[in-house]
């Protein structure tokens, strides 16, 4: 049965540092990877999505990378801004025709 | 405009009252889903349809009920069977359930937050 983690489960930087969100799940057997951004009392926005092919995604400041023989996923966000703090959730999903299998989440806080 | 929507937005239940959250959709998908998302958990998987009059069971159905009587809907009845009913409830959907990648990216609604009195 895959199980998706994410650690640290918070994470609290000083405004402009670089940092890395990690994800790791335990079947590495995995159809594509998401990353996704949810706002307090709010729902998911998708942020990345990689395919199994594929070793990494780039969009603006946020890079994510996946690994599939170790099981881990990374989203790095270049020069924080107060305006990234939020959950960061991952979910992979096994084969196409599978249901998505969520991550707890990292809350962010990014200090001005 | 597309998009999902959610209502309403806060949802009171008393103890032995079944309630209905809503969820629309005018993205023309044909997939959709609820989840439940507690703290500290990630989101689970209550039901999911992959086309019209048709719906399966997620990972922790017991308690609710669905239907999917025209594409743009796909509204959940949490029923007294559900005991512990307090969460954020989310509304997704997609282009496709399986198939090729873009068909299954999936597109969350804002939640609905629901708490037993």
Redesign the interface.
Known sequence: KQE?TQIP?ALSVPEGENLVLNCSFTDSAIY?L?W?RQDP??????LL?I?SSQREQTSGRLNASLDKSSGRSTLYIAASQPGDSATY?C?V?KT??D???????TSLSVIP | DGG?T?SPKYLFRKEGQNVTLSCEQNLNHDAMYW?RQDP??????IY?SQIVNDFQK??IAEGYSVSREKKESFPLTVTSAQKNPTA?Y?C?SSIG?????SY????????T?LTVL
């Open positions: 998706v489960a594509n998401q996704f009392g709010k729902g998911l926005t998708s999505l395919q959730l979910a999903r196409s025709y249901k998505v299998i969520f991550g707890p989440g | 999902i959610q989840y500290g958990q990630g989101l689970r998987l999911y997620g990972d954020f989310l997704a359930f399986a198939g090729v990648l299954n990216e999936q597109f969350f609604g804002p939640g937050r």
